[in-house]
């Protein structure tokens, strides 16, 4: 879906061809970014997770069943479709990242960026201005990073955890933060952090 530095390619379209065209359901569904998201969660009491660009909704159910309500939302109404087929019982709405209807149906307690945020730039300075507005208290942000060097899409934004934390600073009050390195990714790391919106 990325290209030459740019983001190509039809969501729905994606989805209507591809079976599990992001893997969610095979090889990425433990992921120890994802596993700490779950237990930072847990953790810190939360009970209503609303997830973004949830794809397929691997990731909202493992939400829902770790802390009791989930729900997620996706652009692409096929996606969505498979979601409520594969985990009848989180909530999935098809919207955009920037719509406010599925917020205020579902009122969650913490917004989640499960590795979204490379596909939603065009968006985010506008999603991060309503994210104070939105009802939740906290944020999960889980994102991957390219090795040293790789990176092409995305660099006016950031490259590593740090450029991460400094582009979030101001709506959200860091609580913890890391980076997950594994053998396979070649350098670049699965970055997670959890906040307080402020």
């Known amino acids: 879906v990325i290209k030459d530095g740019r983001l190509v390619g039809d969501f729905e379209e994606m989805y209507r061809d591809f079976e599990d065209p992001w893997e969610q359901s095979k090889s990425d569904q433990n ?25 397929l909704g691997q990731y909202t159910d493992h939400l829902y069943r770790r802390l009791g309500a989930a729900a997620g939302v996706d652009i692409s109404r096929t996606a969505i479709s498979k979601a409520q087929q594969l985990h009848p019982a989180p909530s999935f709405y098809v919207g955009d990242i920037l719509g406010p209807e599925p917020i205020a149906e579902f009122k969650p307690d913490v917004l989640v960026f499960c590795q979204v945020t490379w596909y939603v730039l065009d968006k985010l300075a506008a999603f991060k201005g309503l994210v104070p507005q939105l009802g939740a208290r906290s944020f999960l942000h889980l994102l991957e990073i390219y090795p040293p060097g790789r990176q092409s899409y995305g660099r006016d934004y950031f490259v590593d955890l740090h ?36």
């Open 163 to 198: 450029g991460i934390l400094d582009y979030w600073s101001d709506v959200i009050d860091f609580q913890e933060w890391g980076e997950v390195c594994r053998k396979e990714d070649s350098g670049g790391a699965r970055t997670f952090f959890y906040g307080k919106i402020r």
């Open 31 to 55: 992921a120890t970014d994802k596993v700490i998201g779950l237990e930072l969660l847990e953790k810190n009491g939360h009970e209503r997770a609303f997830e973004y660009g949830c794809g």
